[in-house]
């Protein structure tokens, strides 16, 4: 059977179409948790608690790579010069920040990790550091959603990510080593960037040969800059995600890095769920917001995201010492209280989630960056509070106590997001 993308057309094609992109990623569920336990098998505790340290830093410095043009890219594609258009004016400024967000991980992997230098190799992390130029490939993605192309699009995400991890999974069998998979880590970026580079290499070379007109360029700039206080949000909200990770890596011994970072790997994993459903919500959120109905739909998708995601973190804390030991292996089954400890933080996820899809429908931007600023203020102390405790169950517990707070409590002292508390909203949804 022929794989075909399908067209604009009722609720049913567009769920179809969506669906087919949301099956990509929830697909990295089931090979992220299966390559996950290969790796930690092969490395151990502390080799494996090093390498997904150093893949911690370079998450956390994936936003500087795009610079808040992801967000706007779909409709600055979708815009009246083309492809070769979009890839003359937006091109050139993927390319520098994508060096300059390079650079400064190498350069904060290296003050980080100096450390451990016997052990990761120079040549592992500056192979690292390209996937932050190659996120260049992200252009050929936001065309193609603009040309709703999506099933041209899952195709080829699909076979980068099983491509990806075939290479890993090979490494593991023949080769295992830290270096070795940190540098093998770019292949899924390198594949992409190749596979679009061919796709629209028509437009592409259209592109190389028109002369430069900065219209579009100037507006990418003017959007970016309205688009800063949710750019800067994302990247404090992914902060506060991964922050844990290397604060205990830098004060804690190196088998409790592995122990705590095999649980928020797992969990990092089950992240793909709250944030489906706040995707799922967006584009009705923003409909309604604009005829004022908006509470009444976003009391409804907080309940049945309240409900999914308290099922999954019971799940994960009862089950917890069963399923360490079953992904990871026998010496990370001391990791179990660290899971069943960080299970909550999915019930805030989801939260934060939808309340961010719910004030970005009102264009509440400054609101948004407000209350991720304000969590900020809470988390820091509570994860000082672990750290100084000295435990890796105590900064999971706390981990999980900052998130509900600032999920449940912080929004409450808002005029504008208090009716979007879950506190109230779960409430009056009764």
């Not at 090979?170 to 899924?188: C, D, H, R, W, Y």
């Not at 579009?216 to 949000?233: H, M, Y």
């Not at 407000?370 to 405790?389: D, K, N, Q, S, Y």
Request: proline share 4%; with cysteine.
């Amino acid at each position: 059977m022929t794989l075909q993308d399908t067209p604009a057309a009722g609720p049913l094609d567009r769920f179809g179409r969506y669906a087919l992109v949301g099956g990509e990623k929830a697909l990295r569920i089931p090979v992220g948790i299966f390559v996950s336990g290969l790796t930690s098998r092969a490395l151990g505790v502390e080799d494996f608690g090093l390498l997904s340290s150093v893949l911690v830093l370079l998450t956390v410095m994936s936003p500087l790579a795009s610079f808040g043009l992801e967000s706007l890219g779909i409709a600055l594609a979708s815009g009246s010069h083309g492809a070769a258009g979009y890839i003359k004016s937006i091109a050139p400024f993927r390319l520098v920040t994508g060096i300059v967000a390079a650079v400064l991980f190498l350069l904060a992997s290296t003050a980080f990790f100096h450390a451990a230098a016997d052990r990761v190799a120079a040549y592992a992390l500056c192979a690292l550091a390209t996937v932050l130029v190659l996120r260049i490939y992200e252009i050929g993605e936001n065309l193609l959603f603009a040309q709703e192309r999506l099933a041209t699009l899952a195709a080829i995400r699909i076979g980068a990510l099983l491509s990806a991890n075939l290479l890993i999974v090979a490494v593991l069998l023949v080769k295992p080593g830290l270096s070795q998979l940190l540098a093998i880590s770019a292949a899924e970026a390198a594949l992409l960037l190749a596979a679009y580079a061919y796709l629209f290499r028509s437009d592409i070379r259209e592109a190389m040969h028109q002369r430069g007109e900065h219209g579009e360029l100037r507006s990418a700039f003017a959007q970016c800059r309205a688009a800063a206080p949710v750019f800067l949000s994302g990247l404090l909200v992914l902060v506060l995600l991964n922050a844990d990770k290397l604060l205990v890596y830098r004060f804690m011994g190196k088998t409790e890095v592995g122990l705590y970072n095999s649980a928020a790997k797992l969990l990092d994993v089950l992240y793909f769920i709250p944030m489906v459903i706040g995707t799922a919500h967006a584009a009705s959120f923003a409909r309604l917001a604009q005829g004022g109905n908006l509470l009444p739909a976003y009391r409804s998708a907080l309940s049945t995201a309240t409900v999914l995601s308290v099922a999954a973190a019971a799940v994960l804390a009862l089950c917890s010492g069963f399923i360490m030991p079953l992904v990871f292996g026998s010496p990370f089954a001391d990791a179990s209280r660290v899971l069943a400890l960080l299970a909550p933080c999915l019930v805030a996820v989801s939260w934060v989630s939808l309340r961010t899809r719910a004030l970005a429908a009102m264009d509440q931007r400054r609101e948004i960056l407000r209350l991720t600023l304000t969590a900020c203020a809470v988390h820091f102390p509570f994860l000082a509070l672990g750290l100084w405790i000295g435990s890796i169950e105590a900064v999971a517990l706390c981990q999980s106590a900052s998130w509900m707070v600032g999920a449940a409590i912080v929004p409450m002292f808002s005029p504008v997001a208090g009716r979007l508390s879950p506190l109230r909203a779960l409430r009056v949804a009764r």
